[in-house]
């Protein structure tokens, strides 16, 4: 397997994937860049593409989270995802079809890489021109196309937030569960720590917690010192 990665990859991150034994390629300032290079170098050698995002077999992959709440939990009012690329959400669509679900679907974004939010206004796709945030795993400069026509089908609603925001939530869950997750998700745990957001005492609230791989205590602390 040949894994191409922006510049904006963590060195930890090619690091691990190259201890499971993959060809890794730094290729371009953004994903979409790498994106471009892949696609034609999987056209020169033919071989086949696999999106990080853009792929029926991940939503699949992802809907599976759907059928785990699913099995403990009654239907929410309202589910709270963090969007990049799409695929994550695509699989939480896919999820609610399959259980029955019509919750709202409140897609969660930082202000530097709001794709979703500016395809939602539009109703199109949308390029942006850079993506400027410490959420990299956010970065896409457009969601896919699935994302926007199953957008159209659900009850959904855009989040967009800072950085500063984004890691204050990752700063607060840290301290309320011990655990560490990337600015991305960041991104989505935020709306039930931003105190702007009116969220009833009997409304049910699902928060999909995603993505700790990226980052540790140092990251957090460059993270901390860059924006604070």
Not at 65 to 72: G, K, L, R, S
Not at 95 to 102: D, P, S, V
Not at 180 to 201: M, Q, R, T
Not at 204 to 222: H, P, S
């Amino acid at each position: 397997v040949k894994v191409i990665v922006p510049e904006t990859t963590a060195s930890r991150m090619v690091t691990k994937i190259k201890q499971l034994g993959a060809d890794v390629e730094v290729i371009g300032k953004d994903w979409n860049e790498a994106h471009q290079y892949a696609t034609a170098l999987s056209k020169e050698r033919d071989l086949p593409y696999i999106s990080p995002f853009d792929h029926p077999l991940l939503w699949k992959g992802h809907s599976s989270v759907i059928d785990e709440c699913a099995a403990e939990m009654a239907e929410p009012d309202r589910i709270i995802v963090a969007v990049g690329g799409g695929g994550l959400i695509n699989g939480v669509f896919e999820g609610m079809n399959r259980n029955g679900w019509n919750s709202q679907v409140l897609a969660a974004e930082t202000t530097g890489a709001a794709s979703f939010a500016a395809a939602f206004e539009f109703d199109k796709l949308v390029t942006l021109d850079k993506i400027d945030t410490i959420a990299t795993s956010l970065g896409a400069k457009q969601v896919s196309h699935q994302t926007l026509e199953q957008a159209r089908k659900h009850q959904v609603s855009s989040y967009v937030i800072s950085d500063q925001k984004a890691l204050l939530a990752v700063d607060n869950f840290l301290d309320e569960y011990n655990v560490l997750v990337e600015p991305a998700c960041g991104a989505a745990i935020s709306y039930a720590y931003d105190g702007a957001v009116n969220i009833h005492p009997e409304e049910k609230v699902l928060v999909v917690v995603c993505g700790g791989v990226g980052i540790d205590q140092e990251q957090l602390r460059a993270y901390q010192s860059k924006l604070f």
